[in-house]
């Protein structure tokens, strides 16, 4: 798959996840690695000559490196703004990194979004891996044996005492992120979020909307990540990530049941109407189509619904998001353009599933 392949399809690298591990309540884990290079300034400081320097040295990695060789790299001065968006939706890129079209700013990307490396956002390298369902460990390694074959070409800013040097001190030491998207209908419905999220804080995690740090949470979609890298290793990361994901999980599934069995009527009631609204809806704002698509996707989870896959949804969540409307149409739209054709793929996608 092109480069131009991936920005025209909606495909990403955790819609099919049906047999991942804990899919029905964890959409994907990611990784990622904040790497800068020795005697250069970072990102923000860059002008024209270390800029280009630092492209220089990245491209020379990425052409020796047995791991990224067959990886597309793309600068933000070759692409519109709409493309850019675009890798924002499906979760590569950041929105700041989107925001800017510098010619010493890009990404690496393989053929199916499983892995990126952001050039030149906050840091030189971000280096990410995303998997579906709970995969920390394994997204872990293969983020790593890739930020392994880089150093083997590159010169790491590192310092013995506090291990990786970074541009926001919160990152520096092991330089990782971590992170698991879960769906949590059941927590939300409940009323228990404050109290479930309030001890998540004190374990040095905290929980973000869909697209991360700064993103309200819609659709009952949280993201689950790290607040401390300095003092751990990566192993203590991801297992800390991994066990409080697995306790969030269990307590989920538990008060689906719950709901199924002490409110089967008002959940019924609840997913059918989501239902009857989103396939017969002429206009759907993308909040309203998130929390429709979550009420519908815990109704797959829980049987009430049949003949919809929940990668079907997880496709969806990307394909009414704004960038990917306007690729489809090949303009510019208004908002209420943009509601109006919302509602017409959430139809085409949901009557095509149901036909199967």
Known sequence: MSFTDLLNTNFVHWVDSAR??????VI???VRLARNLRRIPFPHMLDENTGKKCVEDIKNAWKNSTETRGMNIVFFNQIPLIDRQILVEKHLISPNHAQSDSNYRGVLVNDVGSIAIMINEEDHLRIQCILPGLQMEEASKRAQKIDDDLEN???YAFNEKRGYLTS???????????????HLPGITISGQ???IFQNINQ????IRGLYGEGTEIVGNFYQLSN???LGLTEEDIIYNLTSIARQIVEQERIIREKLKVQMQYQIEDRIGRAYGIITNAKVITSNEALSLLSDVRLGVNLGIIKDIKSF???ELIVAIRPAHLQKRTGKEMTAVERDITRAEVIKEKLNAAGSK
């Not at 991942?20 to 309540?25: G, N």
């Not at 990152?171 to 992120?177: A, D, F, I, L, P």
């Not at 374990?203 to 905290?206: A, D, I, K, V």
Request: proline content about 5%; hydrophobic content about 30%.
């Open 203 to 206: 374990l040095g995690m905290t």
């Open 20 to 25: 991942a591990p804990e899919s029905d309540i």
């Open 227 to 229: 607040q401390v890298t």
């Open 312 to 314: 079907t949804l997880n």
């Open 193 to 195: 979020t404050n109290r």
């Open 153 to 155: 070409n590159l010169d």
């Open 28 to 30: 994907s884990s990611r």
């Open 168 to 182: 926001c001190p919160t990152n520096v030491g092991t330089g990782m992120r971590a992170s698991v998207m879960l």
